[in-house]
């Protein structure tokens, strides 16, 4: 019995080993050899949305010959974990960081590190509330929420009431898809009732179950809009769960469940950002910065309305992602 | 007496001396893995080797440090607190609340946001001991309710401190003139000490080790165990109300909806550093070293550069290996 | 007496065995011989190295050197699944059952009847088992949960698992140490049943006079030497005793009358619980020992854990030096200066996992051990010290682990706890449960002592020797009532053995108070 328990546990140590080693060996995700080395530290990791940026980088860097690596923390609100990210990133002395802020204000300490080792910092998918980064790559959501908006009135004829599934009240993109959609409706749309806004943090369960309540308390619904990719997968469950016929959903980004839901009529429509386009801009934003040239204050990335009539045009088909 | 030989490796000279002793050779091989997992980055990386990195590994273990330690506390008495991350996150926000909105000065602010987490912990304690609420349940309930109430009490934005100035020094500044140590790691420090000795030394701590045993020989021994029960969450709950400010403070803000999670990470540093879930044993130093090596394991990990995916399985595994030679060691000794 | 005479050729043979623990030799150059159809009993003091030995026959513990055969053939039990495919089965001081398990369930652990390779079979389950207990007449329902027997069952339901292998070697390590004379009996009928020509017992005890009944030879062992064996039949129990423990004991003689004179400290008055006690009413003196004698199950230990709170209590009234007070949990009662031992040291008395310091200190850590909040260690280790002398505590250090020690040593720490914390009032739940002869008189003279102090005493105790040795006065119960409170002159096995087995609806007094009418 106890050599066998010495046994296994040599084994698990030697493979340990061996994954560090393994892992150790391929380290550094897009290649590209001696190239530039950029450090990305974005606000999430696994959600497809990130994955799609990360893609998009690593494509970039492949055809510039740069190195990339990019971290997130595993949901938006740690906005801790995510400074001892960009902490360890800074450690590596990078030519140049990629940081999507969780907090701006929390990361100023870092930026100004980051600024006094002379490593320029290129905001993404959200604005730093700083001085330091050369520029900001990113969506402007607040326009994309209100196209989402325009859209749900269209359908609705213009009347009606119409609830909301937010992703998140604190963080920028939560606060700015949230405005952008309430202002568009206020000042365009007299005959839509708009309910209090509901936060399921993005989760597809929270935010299918937020929906579901909403259904049974407002008899009279007739539109929800979700505010990100999760949101909207589980304003879409909520939905077919409770069985309610006539309720027009819209929502925002993609992945595979959303544009089957739009394929087969479920949703009506939803606006897609161009992550991949994202992830390209911000890797040749740094290599420009690399390379010391002057960069505009903000660089919008595209956003798109999609819905069954366009989800395979190529040019719509281009960013979105499954 | 020719059968009881007292061939004396473990006949102690005085308790406490001889106590302490044997204590921290219990922890000799979490501290072993923690030298070894130090040792590998430091090969495998040019960049981990360094002053900075370690301030920056330190640093990072401020927050699961402090939670866990008082959360040792309450293991070794045979509970669980799962409430310690969202707990965190309202004590964070209550300093806001203190500091900014009501604008009371430091001194006075920072110790209320700490009672506050001890008030947390004494509502766990009233909800185990008095209502005999299995602590699992009633701190998972604690856990929603600080949740929401930090989301509440912040209109669900984060309060900068700005108007609290002097506030973020608590966690980055640097008391130690002219070398570059976060204060924060100094708190963790000290307040590490502190609680040692109490564990090792006070009547609180013997009674967290008795109840943790087996709480009812305990109670039947004449000790008021809810009474004690009830005061080892409040002890506890201090920490809940030190990390948020140490969090928070590190962060310039209050992040009402940050601490989902950080209960589960600070559980693993208890288990990671020898203490049984069961109750009855357990030690402030196992929990330093075990913050130590999943920090240690994170910053390294993310160092190599190994791709995200990879890093959280290697830490699953060297979590599973840590405590298993753990296991195996007691047994054999 | 088996009456087996005949020599046979040894069953069991044991030889040169050494075995050491960190810091413990228990064992050095052990012997044993078990012959054929004999019942062999193994005496020593606690800590002797009885449990040991065992252990090593029965494959829990590997001996670091020596030689066991078994019918002639050398063997090494390398697991218990192993000793029993040899034919040797363990009944172990401590239990081995799982409480919410069924007594079939238990009995077959490990071998349950199959359907199939899935199902479990319950119904062949309970017709073996069924058969199993009618063959060895146990009154048993295989389907009762154990946990929910008495004691004395759940140890009958150990033998019926033990002899379920059909062994031929039966080792017994303590099994009457929680039973009372009458289960004694029943225990001795079944082994007499088993012990055939080709098999043997080995029976472990510190009961002297169960020895001279139930076994043949005696086999002495002290400090994990091996002493002597002698035929029980031409041994005198001091002989024996006086090779376990290599000095003369001197037993006490009783105490004198009743103490009238003395303070009542403690009144319990018309005591009720949902579970058992009915109108239980008795005074308890300054300076007095007072018996609580009774069979199994008459209320003797509800009635201690009702008094200190440690049970609800649904009416009835306690009063302390003529007040009255309310005692809700163990810690008011501590506060009052009461203290209770409990019966299970297990479940309600030891901290297994913390060190004899620890366990000796808990009770009076606060009175005694501690200045600011913090404990005085050097304070805490000279008191425990102390009564590792006194009660001869067999340990390496005040650092050991309880569950390291032996069971009668596990025993000694819980009642030096008790000691430590200097109560008015304790309240010891079967206080020599499992401790050797010579540690008894120790205690004895310590309770004594105690009492000539002024404290008082509550000592319940299923054996009758003990309660007539010790008590001032002796309450006897049955069936959750007080049936009688005896003094000490008029106490003897014969009396007290009529009040315990007295039903109340025949006791006079008890029917008045119920307003029952019984013709006279
Ligand atoms: N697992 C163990 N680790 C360390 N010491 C042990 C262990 N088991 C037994 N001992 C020690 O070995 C000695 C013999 O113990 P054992 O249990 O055999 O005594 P015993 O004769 O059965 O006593 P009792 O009458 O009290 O049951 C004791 O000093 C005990 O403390
Ligand atoms: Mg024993």
Not at chain 1, 14 to 31: K, Q, R, V
Request: proline share 4%.
């Amino acid at each position: 019995m106890k050599k066998l328990r010495k046994i296994v546990a040599a084994l698990a140590g030697g493979a340990l080993a061996l994954t560090l080693a393994a892992c150790g060996s391929d380290g550094g995700s897009g290649g590209g050899g001696d190239g530039p080395f950029i450090a990305i530290v974005s606000k999430g990791f696994q959600h497809q949305f990130w994955q799609a940026v990360k893609q998009g980088a690593e494509e970039e860097a492949a055809a510039r010959g740069a190195r990339v690596t990019f971290v997130g923390p595993a949901t938006e609100q740690e906005v801790e974990e995510q400074m001892n990210m960009l902490t360890n990133e800074l450690a590596k002395s990078p030519q140049a960081v990629g940081f999507a802020a969780l907090d701006s204000r929390a990361a100023a300490p870092l930026l100004q590190q980051a600024q006094s080792q002379n490593i320029p910092v290129i905001a993404f998918d959200s604005g730093v509330e700083s001085e330091v980064p050369v520029t900001t790559v990113a969506t402007d959501n607040k326009a994309a929420a209100a196209e989402a908006a325009k859209h749900l009135s269209e359908q609705l004829g213009g009347k009606g009431k119409v609830a909301l599934v937010v992703h998140d009240q604190t963080s920028r993109s939560g606060i700015d898809r949230r405005d952008g959609f309430l202002e568009w409706m206020k000042e365009n749309a007299p005959g839509i009732t708009v309910l209090q806004p509901q936060y399921g943090g993005g989760d597809q369960l929270e935010s299918a179950n937020i929906t579901k309540s909403i259904i049974s308390a407002n008899p009279d619904l007739k539109g929800i809009y979700a505010s990100n990719e999760g949101s909207a997968i589980g304003v879409i469950k909520g939905v077919q769960e409770s069985g309610r016929q006539g309720v027009t959903v819209v929502g925002f980004d993609s992945g595979k469940a959303q544009i089957d839901a739009i394929k087969s009529g479920v949703m009506a429509g939803a606006v897609t950002q161009d992550p991949i386009d994202m992830g390209r801009k911000l890797v040749d934003s740094a290599i420009k910065a690399i390379d010391g040239e002057q960069l505009p204050k903000t660089i919008d990335t595209n956003f798109y309305w999609y819905d069954k009539s366009n989800v395979d045009d190529p040019k719509i088909k281009a960013t979105l992602y499954e | 007496m020719a059968a009881v030989k007292t061939q004396a490796p473990e006949r102690a000279q005085g308790g406490g001396i001889a106590g302490a002793l044997k204590g921290s050779l219990q922890q000799l091989l979490a501290f072993a893995s923690l030298i070894v997992i130090a040792a590998f980055f430091s090969f495998a990386s040019p960049y981990f080797f360094s002053y900075g990195n370690f301030t920056a590994i330190l640093f990072s273990t401020v927050v699961i440090g402090t939670l866990a330690i008082g959360t040792t506390f309450v293991i070794i008495a045979g509970g669980i607190d799962l409430s310690i991350g969202t707990g965190m996150a309202l004590c964070a926000v209550m300093s806001g609340v203190f500091l900014v909105k009501l604008g009371l000065p430091l001194w006075l602010g920072v110790p209320a946001a700490v009672l506050f987490g001890g008030l947390i912990g004494l509502v766990n304690g009233i909800n185990v001991a008095l209502l005999k609420i299995p602590p699992f349940i009633a701190t998972l309930a604690m856990m929603l309710v600080a949740e929401g109430l930090a989301l509440v009490l912040s209109d669900s934005t984060p309060i900068y401190f700005t108007e609290a100035p002097g506030y973020t020094e608590i966690s980055t500044g640097n008391l130690i003139p002219g070398v570059n140590f976060p204060n924060a790691v100094l708190v963790l420090l000290v307040v590490a000490l502190i609680a040692g000795v109490l564990l090792r030394k006070s009547v609180l701590g013997r009674y967290t080790y008795s109840i943790g045993s087996n709480e009812e020989a305990t109670a039947l021994s004449g000790i008021d165990v809810r009474r004690w029960k009830i005061a080892i969450y409040a002890f506890a709950g201090l920490f809940i109300g030190l990390a948020g400010v140490l969090i928070s403070a590190r962060l310039g803000s209050a992040q009402p909806a940050t601490g989902m999670g950080y209960e589960l990470q600070a559980i693993a540093a208890v288990v990671i550093g020898g203490t049984s879930l069961s109750g009855g044993k357990g030690s402030i130093v196992g929990t330093l070293i075990g913050a130590l090596i999943i920090s240690v394991l994170n910053n390294g990990l993310q160092i190599m550069s190994i791709p995200q995916e990879w890093q959280n399985v290697i830490l699953g595994c060297v979590i599973l290996v840590a405590v298993y030679t753990d296991r195996i060691r007691k047994k054999e000794l | 007496m088996t009456g087996v005479t005949t020599m046979t050729e040894p069953l069991l043979e044991v030889e040169g065995v050494d075995k050491s623990f960190p810091g413990v030799r228990a064992l050095h150059d052990m012997r044993l011989e078990l012959r054929a159809g004999e019942v062999l009993a193994l005496v020593g003091e606690n800590g002797a190295g009885k449990s040991t030995l065992m252990k090593l026959l029965s494959g829990i513990h590997t001996a670091d050197t020596g030689m066991f055969r078994l019918g002639g053939e050398s063997f090494e039990a390398t697991s218990p699944r192993h000793a029993q495919e040899l034919g040797i089965s363990i009944i172990h001081q401590e239990f081995n059952l799982v409480p919410h398990l069924t007594v079939a369930q238990n009995v077959f652990i490990g071998r349950e009847p199959r359907r199939g390779r899935l199902l479990l079979d319950e119904r062949r389950l309970n017709a073996d088992t069924t058969r199993l207990l009618e063959r060895l007449g146990l009154p048993l329902d295989p389907r009762a949960v154990v946990g929910e027997l008495t004691v004395a069952n759940q140890q009958m339901v150990e033998i019926a698992k033990a002899l379920s292998y059909e062994p031929r070697v039966l080792i017994m390590d303590e099994p009457t140490a929680a039973l009372n004379d009458a289960e004694v009996a029943t225990l001795h009928e079944l082994i007499r049943r088993f012990v055939l020509p080709h098999t043997g017992v080995i029976y472990i005890s510190h009961r002297m006079e169960e020895i001279k009944r139930i076994a043949d030879r005696v086999t002495v062992i002290r400090d994990g030497e091996y002493i002597d064996t002698l035929d029980v039949a031409s041994a005198t129990t001091a002989e024996i005793i006086a090779l376990m423990v290599g000095r003369a004991i001197d037993t006490g003689a009783r105490p004198q009358g009743v103490r009238a004179d003395r303070d009542v400290v403690l009144g319990i008055d018309g005591l009720n619980t949902k579970a058992l006690l009915k109108n239980v009413t008795f005074d308890l003196r300054e300076g007095e020992i007072l018996g609580f004698a009774g069979l199994m199950g008459a209320g003797r230990t509800e009635v201690g854990r009702a008094l200190v709170g440690a049970d609800r209590i649904d009416s009835g009234t306690i009063t302390l030096h003529g007040k009255p007070v309310r005692i809700g949990n163990p810690a008011d009662a501590a506060r009052h200066g009461i203290g209770y031992l409990s019966e299970d040291r297990k479940r309600f008395g030891l901290l297994l996992d913390q060190d004899v310091r620890a366990n000796i200190a808990l009770g009076a850590l606060r009175d005694q051990f501690t200045r600011g909040g913090f404990v005085r260690d050097r304070d805490a280790r000279a008191t425990a010290q102390s009564y590792v002398g006194t009660l001869r505590i067999k340990t390496p250090s005040l650092e050991q682990t309880a569950k390291h020690l032996s069971g009668g040593n596990q025993q000694k720490v819980v009642i030096a706890k008790w000691l430590a914390k200097n109560c008015d009032v304790l309240v010891f739940d079967e206080p020599t449960r499992g401790i050797d002869v010579g540690a008894k008189e120790e205690i004895y003279q310590l309770l004594n002592e105690l009492a000539a102090q002024g404290k008082s005493i509550i000592m319940i105790s299923s054996e009758l020797p003990e309660i007539l040795r010790m008590s001032h006065r002796v309450v006897v119960m049955s069936e959750g009532r007080v049936t009688r409170v005896l003094d000490a002159d008029e106490a003897n096995q014969e009396t007290i053995m009529h009040y315990a087995t007295l039903r109340p609806d025949e006791n006079p007094d008890d029917a008045a108070e119920l307003g029952i009418r019984t013709g006279s």
